[in-house]
């Protein structure tokens, strides 16, 4: 609680920080932990490991705003049910990070909070929404975090801050409440592969309260030995203000160097992003009250009045679109294993700003436009991690990320692990005197 005291009037990782709940439970966890020895740790394996939950995910007792300014003093009466699985399983919740304005955008600015800052270079963003949660993880406030990701809310900040970011496959963690457009995951940011895969077993598994997340199977294929086939794309470009991708270009080369299948590809996808939008748009506006219209983040609010303008008819073509890409993308996962990609294709922008400076964003709409890696993922419900390949231009990290087809959420973390493994940027930490 020292560490966040001192750091965080800097970063802005945090909206809330719930230090009286998390003193006592880990007062309970020591007391467990002496009456016991290790074998407090038999059902119990998260016993007394600090983390923290972002600000869209409902915590009892514990302020969640979802980053907008209605919500500012809400306070839930019940946990979301991957909130509720950590606990049973020890760990401590610290408090809230920092979130855009309903998760809406990839910088994490508010109206509620100050703005979450790359610990790397405060002025920088942490990228969103998940960017509390990456700069904390980064920064060492905390062992792990959980975020959100609706098109690349996770793996963006992951990528940013240089910490591990795992969306799983849709549904395999329940998301409550439940998304009509059926485009958020929740997952683990971490510092290891290995902590990413410890929270996923913990959050795992159906719940009622998402409907998606009674879909079979609820046992996820194991993860094959032997090389593999891995697609290595690195076409996807961002209309603007784009970077070299040298660094996960070298982490794949490594992975071909230790016995892999290794071929380039071009993006398989297809442009997507104008049926992101209309899904994007028309979800924000049915969650959205023109009553509250005043108080919502003005950016945003271009997205809402998009919203409202669109047809029943444009919807159920952006949903063809969507099934298109997804039969794109599985056809490519019936030729590869794995597909490999950079995170994302620009560097971290002002920490006050939610997209590139570039005039290919003056457009309210191409918010999201600059990281065309990330959104598909969401779009066909596969999981993909975001994991750091080294320092990029300036030194600053840079994210490799890796996809597999559904449910094989294994095998994604099972490459993860390969590539921190061969990269030392997993022992890198940003110097606290930056902060």
């Excluded at 809230?96 to 304005?101: C, G, L, Q």
């Excluded at 970011?165 to 290995?194: F, N």
């Excluded at 598909?376 to 994210?399: E, K, Q």
């Amino acid at each position: 609680m020292d560490l966040i005291a001192d750091l965080d009037p800097v970063l802005g990782a945090f909206v809330t920080v719930a230090a009286d709940r998390a003193l006592a439970d880990a007062a309970r966890a020591e007391k467990r932990l002496l009456a016991l020895g290790e074998a407090a740790w038999e059902d119990h394996p998260l016993l007394g490991v600090p983390l923290s939950v972002k600000d869209l995910t409902a915590t009892e007792g514990i302020r969640t705003t979802r980053g907008s300014l209605p919500l500012r003093d809400a306070v839930p009466d019940r946990d979301a049910p991957a909130v509720a699985r950590l606990r049973r399983a020890g760990a401590l919740v610290l408090g809230k990070t920092t979130t855009s304005e309903g998760g809406w955008s990839a910088g994490t600015v508010n109206r509620v909070g100050p703005p979450a800052a790359n610990p790397w270079d405060p002025s920088l963003s942490a990228g969103g929404s998940s960017g509390g949660a990456a700069a904390a993880v980064a920064a060492g406030l905390g062992i792990a975090a959980t975020g959100t990701d609706g098109a690349g809310s996770i793996r963006i900040p992951a990528a940013f801050c240089g910490v591990v970011g795992l969306k799983p496959t849709h549904g395999r963690v329940p998301y409550a409440p439940y998304c009509p457009d059926r485009l958020a995951h929740l997952g683990p940011l971490t510092r290891t592969v290995a902590d990413a895969e410890l929270l996923l077993r913990v959050m795992t598994g159906p719940d009622t309260r998402d409907p998606d997340s009674l879909l079979p199977p609820h046992d996820a294929p194991r993860a094959p030995d032997g090389p593999l086939r891995i697609a290595w794309i690195e076409g996807l470009r961002a209309p603007s203000a784009g970077i070299p991708a040298d660094a996960q270009r070298a982490a794949v080369e490594r992975l071909a160097a230790a016995g892999h299948q290794v071929e380039e590809i071009p993006p398989p996808m297809g442009d997507a992003y104008p049926a992101l939008v209309t899904l994007l748009a028309a979800a924000e506006a049915a969650g959205t009250s023109e009553a509250d219209d005043a108080w919502a983040d003005p950016a945003r609010l271009a997205v809402v009045r998009h919203g409202r303008t669109l047809t029943a008819v444009q919807l159920v073509r952006a949903e063809a679109e969507r099934a298109e890409l997804t039969r794109r993308l599985l056809a490519c996962l019936t030729r590869f294993d794995v597909l490999a990609m950079p995170t994302v294709p620009v560097q971290p922008f002002a920490v006050d700003a939610w997209h590139p400076d570039a005039p290919a964003y003056d457009d309210p709409l191409a918010w999201l436009s600059w990281a065309p890696a990330a959104f598909p993922f969401n779009m066909a419900g596969l999981p993909a991690v975001s994991v750091p390949a080294g320092p990029g231009p300036g030194g600053l990290p840079v994210g490799l990320q890796l996809a597999a087809a559904r449910h094989h959420d294994a095998l994604v973390l099972r490459v993860a692990r390969e590539v921190e493994a061969a990269n030392p940027w997993r022992d890198a930490h940003p110097e606290r005197t930056g902060t």
